[in-house]
């Protein structure tokens, strides 16, 4: 059932309890299962109807369904069992023992032969366990309390318990907005219309009492106000709907052409249902009478956040979402506001176009490519990190010969042709043009350089004003928009027009589609201030409203698609931004602080789920999309136009802004700076071209997610790696830094309270203030670092040594084990992003931990098969994938306890896992040393791959293969015994390849830094390497000696894992085949591993061979 049909169930339920149709309210919530009435519940125990009671429980769970279910259901029964014993009518009490108890004999045969044995005492109290029981009201009231808390910690309950908020009569309330809306379409409004049935649609009767057409079947809409309304139904029917107050007219959807959401949108809060879109179905108020009653729903509640759902309370895995506010915050705007650090406003780049920007779109995932439209018809696409304008194309018709007679007689009238959007697919390997005459060309993205042509449409007579992508169907198509008052829909790969849809009377200005659940469909603006909104298929428009200004408006949703945005301007030059109220078709809140009268058409943008952007008065201009002052205004250093075109990348972190003079800024917070300055390193150190190389940090580590090497998925927050300004000189590249001595690094092995045989697994904490270790003995370790004098943050660092934590009552975090060694389990683990609980497994079970009790809050899934690696779903805190050593791969979600999917593709057992929330896939990795790719839609497998194992390396039975993927969310890393890899997703391709040395050691471990631009590794050897993972070249290398005593830098002790902070970037540990844990840094003098050679040794030739090894550093130029 669709998330419509639950809220209309909930409105029924409503309208059904205020007109005190008690047993049907109750049937309902039992049949539907959407709302577990606990008042109602407790109603009937404490009445002790226990018919009833099973049955209203009937809907919502079984007694197999999951261990809470069945305690649920023992206890009703025992209770019902006990009170017959205690009624001394034996007869009912064994119909109670065979018929209701029995089923729990399977269970525990033990307890149903004690329940079996009170039927022969004269007083069942006479048990020992029962000697307290009291009389039946006290009973039941006790039992009630332990219900209650087994029905709240069900997963099958979650959400069920709280009835949502609603304003009185709801139901109520829509039908009267619906009859408002139906007498506005009359062809002859009278006053005081007389409401008799709500069966067929309102039409007011003609003069001579023969009806009005219906405008049901009328494809275009009206919307000219109406002379006269109809009073509320309470005045001609039986509904007395609550007032409620007017809200905002809608006065106008504002955004602009280049203010189509990015193209990756999640679904939103907007209420949609097929086959028609329910936020369009409510009414504008009528302008001409202000006397309509408008009946306004709770527009509270529809901008609130969906929680995440989770398994109970007590094992809840969502994350710890926190307010935020920002001081400056002020009436007015011509106040000093403090600029929030997340907003970009440092000039960064000045990039001259050669012609006036018109429009400017980011790549959606290579986020430093910038795609500009210029006024001449001209292309560029610059790599904003290297400042290097990668391609630059002038307008030209492909084929004219194919062109319609009046595109080529106005090219011959006017040759000169502008761009008036670009704009990139959701993928990045498409991107569209729309141009002032006609013709809207797509072109194919293969990177670099490589843009070639895919099609060209002949799209519209006169301009082609808006161009977006959408997938109606799951078919990728392009949207149009033009001055002939139309808008079309092509399909992206043929070019064959799939829908038209007319119905303005004005050109055409802009597009913003969407889409809800299964629902697609687009807003489009025309140039008489119409909005109107189009489902795919061909049966019209579903609305007609006025846009303030009604001239140049557009719209978008924030990038998480929950909430609509619109911004336009007016001819006379007045300026607005607005929020809407889906769910009400009203306007939420007005934005304030636009210049009077704005020289030109304002455009505006959305980024982070938080701020609203506009050029304006030469400025930008900022908003919190929560207050509606203005935030501040940044003038970017000057020379901006008057109404600058202006946008964000996907993640916020740059925004290109048009100047004068033909140039672009690209403006940049410190994740872009970061960003930028990597990228620029890498063009620098490449002899290809930047784009051509491996992307080193394409999405800000502030908000990436990177799915950890040990099976942990977390949100990297403040990542701050240490930036060296370094000159763009290729000659000045990093060289071979050997660490032999402890006093080259900073090196602490961790205090140990108990001794562990090895350290299997190792984790820092995503609050980076602690490390959690899993031994081969199935015992969790914990460190805490303290926050002190010495420490004011209470991070980790190895300059001060951490407490080993357990809770006061002692208990350690062990996992379940086989009958078998322990020592021959293959042990995994995956940390909450919450740092509150850990799901492990060593072989038996997988538990569930609580990290600050260290209790156990649940087992499930017992072997065979055995677990062998664990991830949560980097989107959803309730799906987990579990690899398992029989080669399958289960996708298990916790909340109802189920596998909804088992992938079957490796041939041994899993021993990586990996998402990207970017391609929506899952990388797995095997000890069979394949690699497959498998969509997290359907979790088809979309392809898969043998590692490629170097020239003359042997490889053990049961190699272990892992996967990891790159900040980028794109490209990923694989480690081997014999290589280091980074491997492109969406080909399964090897970019680059670092093969160990036959005579070397083999790897153990690796994992990327926090920004993904080191690659810390460990080695049989006992050697710890760390590698630039942009080119896999060797920077630096820390030898036993560095960090192990002399007792045991000659034994066999080596590296088992390695685990990278979350937020420092030059800070790892390591786990150790004897139990220790050390924790590395830098020296605070060096700052980095590895140091920048002096200019006159620093030769590009002296370090393009890589050392093995194990080498010595004569050895150097041997690889």
């Given at each position: 059932?669709?998330?419509?049909?639950?809220?209309?169930?909930?409105?029924?339920?409503?309208?059904?309890?205020?007109?005190?149709?008690?047993?049907?309210?109750?049937?309902?919530?039992?049949?539907?299962?959407?709302?577990?009435?606990?008042?109602?519940?407790?109603?009937?125990?404490?009445?002790?109807?226990?018919?009833?009671?099973?049955?209203?429980?009937?809907?919502?769970?079984?007694?197999?369904?999951?261990?809470?279910?069945?305690?649920?259901?023992?206890?009703?029964?025992?209770?019902?069992?006990?009170?017959?014993?205690?009624?001394?009518?034996?007869?009912?009490?064994?119909?109670?023992?065979?018929?209701?108890?029995?089923?729990?004999?399977?269970?525990?045969?033990?307890?149903?032969?004690?329940?079996?044995?009170?039927?022969?005492?004269?007083?069942?109290?006479?048990?020992?366990?029962?000697?307290?029981?009291?009389?039946?009201?006290?009973?039941?009231?006790?039992?009630?309390?332990?219900?209650?808390?087994?029905?709240?910690?069900?997963?099958?309950?979650?959400?069920?318990?709280?009835?949502?908020?609603?304003?009185?009569?709801?139901?109520?309330?829509?039908?009267?907005?619906?009859?408002n809306w139906q007498h506005q379409l009359c062809k002859n409004p009278r006053p005081n219309p007389d409401i008799k049935t709500l069966f067929v649609d309102h039409s007011c009767r003609l003069p001579n009492d023969a009806r009005a057409p219906?405008?049901?079947?009328?494809?275009?809409?009206?919307?000219?106000?109406?002379?006269?309304?109809?009073?509320?139904?309470?005045?001609?029917?039986?509904?007395?709907?609550?007032?409620?107050?007017?809200?905002?007219?809608?006065?106008?959807?504002?955004?602009?052409?280049?203010?189509?959401?990015?193209?990756?949108?999640?679904?939103?809060?907007?209420?949609?249902?097929?086959?028609?879109?329910?936020?369009?179905?409510?009414?504008?108020?009528?302008?001409?009478?202000?006397?309509?009653?408008?009946?306004?729903?709770?527009?509270?509640?529809?901008?609130?956040?969906?929680?995440?759902?989770?398994?109970?309370?007590?094992?809840?895995?969502?994350?710890?979402?926190?307010?935020?506010?920002?001081?400056?915050?002020?009436?007015?705007?011509?106040?000093?506001?403090?600029?929030?650090?997340?907003?970009?406003?440092?000039?960064?780049?000045?990039?001259?176009?050669?012609?006036?920007?018109?429009?400017?779109?980011?790549?959606?995932?290579?986020?430093?490519?910038?795609?500009?439209?210029?006024?001449?018809?001209?292309?560029?696409?610059?790599?904003?990190?290297?400042?290097?304008?990668?391609?630059?194309?002038?307008?030209?018709?492909?084929?004219?010969?194919?062109?319609?007679?009046?595109?080529?007689?106005?090219?011959?009238?006017?040759?000169?042709?502008?761009?008036?959007?670009?704009?990139?697919?959701?993928?990045?390997?498409?991107?569209?043009?729309?141009?002032?005459?006609?013709?809207?060309?797509?072109?194919?993205?293969?990177?670099?350089?490589?843009?070639?042509?895919?099609?060209?449409?002949?799209?519209?007579?006169?301009?082609?004003?808006?161009?977006?992508?959408?997938?109606?169907?799951?078919?990728?198509?392009?949207?149009?928009?033009?001055?002939?008052?139309?808008?079309?829909?092509?399909?992206?790969?043929?070019?064959?027009?799939?829908?038209?849809?007319?119905?303005?009377?004005?050109?055409?200005?802009?597009?913003?589609?969407?889409?809800?659940?299964?629902?697609?469909?687009?807003?489009?603006?025309?140039?008489?201030?119409?909005?109107?909104?189009?489902?795919?298929?061909?049966?019209?428009?579903?609305?007609?409203?006025?846009?303030?200004?009604?001239?140049?408006?557009?719209?978008?949703?924030?990038?998480?698609?929950?909430?609509?945005?619109?911004?336009?301007?007016?001819?006379?030059?007045?300026?607005?931004?607005?929020?809407?109220?889906?769910?009400?078709?009203?306007?939420?809140?007005?934005?304030?602080?636009?210049?009077?009268?704005?020289?030109?058409?304002?455009?505006?943008?959305?980024?982070?789920?938080?701020?609203l952007a506009a050029g304006d008065d030469f400025s930008i201009k900022f908003w919190d999309m929560d207050t509606i002052q203005l935030l501040t205004a940044i003038d970017a250093d000057g020379g901006l136009q008057a109404s600058p075109r202006?946008?964000?990348?996907?993640?916020?972190?740059?925004?290109?802004?048009?100047?004068?003079?033909?140039?672009?800024?690209?403006?940049?917070?410190?994740?872009?700076?970061?960003?930028?300055?990597?990228?620029?390193?890498?063009?620098?150190?490449?002899?290809?071209?930047?784009?051509?190389?491996?992307?080193?940090?394409?999405?800000?580590?502030?908000?990436?997610?990177?799915?950890?090497?040990?099976?942990?998925?977390?949100?990297?927050?403040?990542?701050?790696?240490?930036?060296?300004?370094?000159?763009?000189?290729?000659?000045?590249?990093?060289?071979?830094?050997?660490?032999?001595?402890?006093?080259?690094?900073?090196?602490?092995?961790?205090?140990?309270?108990?001794?562990?045989?090895?350290?299997?697994?190792?984790?820092?904490?995503?609050?980076?203030?602690?490390?959690?270790?899993?031994?081969?003995?199935?015992?969790?370790?914990?460190?805490?670092?303290?926050?002190?004098?010495?420490?004011?943050?209470?991070?980790?660092?190895?300059?001060?040594?951490?407490?080993?934590?357990?809770?006061?009552?002692?208990?350690?975090?062990?996992?379940?084990?086989?009958?078998?060694?322990?020592?021959?389990?293959?042990?995994?683990?995956?940390?909450?992003?919450?740092?509150?609980?850990?799901?492990?497994?060593?072989?038996?079970?997988?538990?569930?931990?609580?990290?600050?009790?260290?209790?156990?809050?649940?087992?499930?899934?017992?072997?065979?098969?055995?677990?062998?690696?664990?991830?949560?779903?980097?989107?959803?805190?309730?799906?987990?994938?579990?690899?398992?050593?029989?080669?399958?791969?289960?996708?298990?979600?916790?909340?109802?306890?189920?596998?909804?999917?088992?992938?079957?593709?490796?041939?041994?057992?899993?021993?990586?896992?990996?998402?990207?929330?970017?391609?929506?896939?899952?990388?797995?990795?095997?000890?069979?040393?394949?690699?497959?790719?498998?969509?997290?839609?359907?979790?088809?497998?979309?392809?898969?791959?043998?590692?490629?194992?170097?020239?003359?390396?042997?490889?053990?039975?049961?190699?272990?293969?892992?996967?990891?993927?790159?900040?980028?969310?794109?490209?990923?890393?694989?480690?081997?015994?014999?290589?280091?890899?980074?491997?492109?997703?969406?080909?399964?391709?090897?970019?680059?390849?670092?093969?160990?040395?036959?005579?070397?050691?083999?790897?153990?471990?690796?994992?990327?830094?926090?920004?993904?631009?080191?690659?810390?590794?460990?080695?049989?050897?006992?050697?710890?390497?760390?590698?630039?993972?942009?080119?896999?070249?060797?920077?630096?290398?820390?030898?036993?000696?560095?960090?192990?005593?002399?007792?045991?830098?000659?034994?066999?002790?080596?590296?088992?894992?390695?685990?990278?902070?979350?937020?420092?970037?030059?800070?790892?540990?390591?786990?150790?085949?004897?139990?220790?844990?050390?924790?590395?840094?830098?020296?605070?003098?060096?700052?980095?591993?590895?140091?920048?050679?002096?200019?006159?040794?620093?030769?590009?030739?002296?370090?393009t061979a890589t050392p093995s090894v194990g080498a010595s550093a004569s050895d150097q130029a041997q690889r």
């Amino acid at each position: 059932m669709s998330s419509l049909s639950r809220e209309l169930v909930f409105l029924i339920l409503q309208f059904l309890d205020e007109e005190k149709f008690k047993e049907t309210v109750h049937k309902l919530e039992q049949e539907s299962g959407f709302f577990f009435n606990m008042k109602y519940f407790e109603d009937e125990v404490h009445n002790g109807n226990w018919d009833e009671v099973e049955r209203y429980l009937s809907g919502f769970t079984k007694v197999d369904d999951n261990r809470y279910s069945m305690k649920i259901f023992f206890e009703i029964r025992k209770q019902k069992y006990l009170e017959a014993l205690d009624k001394h009518d034996r007869p009912k009490a064994v119909e109670i023992l065979v018929k209701d108890l029995k089923v729990f004999s399977t269970f525990n045969e033990e307890l149903f032969k004690e329940i079996t044995q009170l039927l022969t005492l004269e007083n069942f109290r006479e048990n020992e366990q029962l000697s307290k029981y009291g009389d039946t009201k006290s009973a039941r009231a006790i039992m009630l309390v332990e219900l209650k808390k087994l029905i709240e910690a069900n997963p099958l309950f979650r959400d069920k318990l709280q009835f949502p908020t609603l304003r009185n009569s709801r139901l109520r309330t829509l039908i009267n907005q619906s009859l408002n809306w139906q007498h506005q379409l009359c062809k002859n409004p009278r006053p005081n219309p007389d409401i008799k049935t709500l069966f067929v649609d309102h039409s007011c009767r003609l003069p001579n009492d023969a009806r009005a057409p219906s405008p049901v079947n009328n494809p275009l809409l009206g919307s000219l106000p109406k002379a006269g309304g109809f009073p509320p139904l309470g005045a001609h029917g039986p509904f007395q709907p609550t007032p409620s107050p007017v809200p905002t007219p809608l006065a106008g959807w504002m955004s602009s052409p280049s203010s189509v959401p990015h193209p990756a949108v999640s679904g939103g809060a907007i209420a949609l249902g097929a086959p028609s879109i329910q936020a369009l179905k409510h009414p504008r108020t009528p302008p001409t009478n202000s006397a309509v009653d408008y009946p306004s729903g709770d527009s509270d509640h529809v901008s609130k956040r969906t929680r995440p759902m989770g398994i109970s309370d007590e094992v809840s895995l969502g994350v710890n979402m926190l307010p935020m506010t920002f001081p400056g915050q002020a009436h007015g705007h011509n106040q000093t506001f403090k600029v929030p650090d997340d907003l970009p406003k440092t000039v960064a780049r000045t990039l001259s176009q050669g012609s006036s920007p018109m429009s400017m779109d980011f790549h959606p995932i290579k986020q430093t490519l910038l795609l500009v439209g210029t006024n001449v018809g001209d292309i560029g696409l610059w790599e904003v990190g290297s400042r290097e304008r990668l391609v630059q194309k002038t307008f030209k018709v492909w084929d004219l010969s194919k062109c319609s007679m009046p595109l080529q007689a106005a090219l011959v009238k006017e040759p000169v042709v502008s761009v008036n959007r670009v704009i990139w697919s959701p993928d990045g390997s498409l991107f569209g043009v729309a141009y002032s005459r006609h013709i809207v060309q797509l072109y194919s993205y293969h990177g670099g350089e490589d843009m070639r042509q895919h099609l060209e449409i002949d799209a519209h007579v006169g301009g082609v004003n808006d161009i977006a992508f959408s997938t109606p169907n799951k078919q990728l198509c392009v949207t149009t928009c033009g001055d002939d008052k139309t808008i079309k829909v092509w399909d992206a790969a043929t070019g064959v027009k799939r829908h038209t849809f007319e119905g303005h009377e004005a050109p055409v200005y802009s597009i913003c589609p969407h889409y809800k659940e299964n629902i697609q469909f687009i807003f489009s603006t025309a140039l008489d201030g119409k909005i109107k909104a189009w489902l795919y298929d061909n049966m019209g428009s579903r609305v007609d409203y006025e846009a303030p200004g009604r001239w140049c408006t557009t719209m978008a949703y924030s990038a998480d698609g929950t909430r609509l945005f619109s911004c336009g301007t007016s001819k006379d030059g007045e300026s607005f931004i607005v929020e809407w109220n889906e769910s009400e078709g009203a306007v939420k809140r007005t934005y304030q602080g636009f210049h009077k009268r704005s020289l030109g058409v304002v455009q505006f943008d959305t980024t982070k789920n938080r701020y609203l952007a506009a050029g304006d008065d030469f400025s930008i201009k900022f908003w919190d999309m929560d207050t509606i002052q203005l935030l501040t205004a940044i003038d970017a250093d000057g020379g901006l136009q008057a109404s600058p075109r202006i946008r964000f990348n996907k993640e916020g972190s740059l925004l290109a802004v048009s100047a004068n003079d033909n140039m672009i800024k690209v403006m940049a917070n410190s994740d872009g700076l970061r960003l930028l300055h990597t990228v620029e390193n890498l063009s620098s150190e490449s002899s290809k071209p930047a784009i051509k190389s491996i992307p080193v940090a394409e999405r800000p580590a502030s908000v990436v997610s990177i799915p950890g090497m040990n099976g942990d998925s977390r949100n990297m927050v403040d990542v701050k790696p240490v930036i060296t300004e370094e000159s763009n000189d290729k000659s000045k590249v990093w060289k071979l830094t050997e660490l032999g001595e402890p006093s080259q690094c900073r090196s602490l092995r961790l205090p140990e309270n108990m001794r562990a045989t090895k350290i299997s697994r190792l984790i820092f904490t995503n609050s980076g203030n602690a490390i959690l270790a899993l031994a081969s003995n199935a015992i969790h370790l914990l460190w805490k670092w303290q926050r002190n004098d010495r420490n004011a943050t209470g991070k980790a660092t190895a300059s001060l040594p951490p407490q080993q934590w357990q809770p006061a009552s002692g208990i350690l975090m062990t996992n379940d084990v086989v009958e078998t060694n322990p020592e021959e389990a293959v042990p995994c683990f995956a940390l909450s992003k919450n740092d509150s609980y850990v799901m492990s497994a060593s072989g038996g079970k997988i538990s569930l931990f609580n990290m600050m009790t260290f209790k156990t809050m649940a087992t499930f899934m017992p072997p065979p098969p055995a677990a062998t690696f664990l991830a949560f779903h980097p989107q959803d805190n309730n799906i987990i994938a579990i690899g398992m050593d029989d080669s399958t791969i289960q996708i298990y979600n916790v909340r109802v306890d189920e596998v909804k999917s088992k992938l079957k593709g490796h041939s041994k057992r899993i021993t990586g896992l990996a998402f990207s929330n970017v391609l929506n896939v899952l990388v797995s990795s095997g000890a069979d040393a394949q690699l497959c790719v498998w969509n997290t839609d359907g979790w088809e497998k979309q392809k898969s791959k043998v590692l490629q194992i170097p020239q003359g390396r042997s490889t053990s039975a049961l190699s272990d293969t892992r996967v990891q993927f790159h900040q980028d969310q794109v490209h990923f890393l694989v480690v081997h015994e014999t290589q280091l890899a980074i491997y492109e997703t969406t080909k399964l391709e090897c970019m680059k390849q670092w093969p160990v040395r036959e005579s070397s050691a083999p790897i153990t471990h690796a994992t990327f830094s926090c920004d993904s631009q080191l690659i810390y590794t460990s080695f049989m050897d006992a050697t710890i390497c760390v590698f630039s993972s942009a080119n896999l070249r060797l920077r630096c290398r820390v030898n036993p000696s560095a960090y192990l005593p002399a007792s045991l830098s000659n034994s066999n002790v080596h590296p088992l894992v390695i685990a990278a902070h979350p937020q420092e970037s030059n800070m790892f540990a390591v786990g150790l085949s004897d139990g220790g844990v050390h924790i590395f840094e830098p020296l605070e003098s060096e700052g980095k591993w590895g140091v920048a050679p002096p200019p006159e040794n620093g030769s590009a030739s002296a370090v393009t061979a890589t050392p093995s090894v194990g080498a010595s550093a004569s050895d150097q130029a041997q690889r």
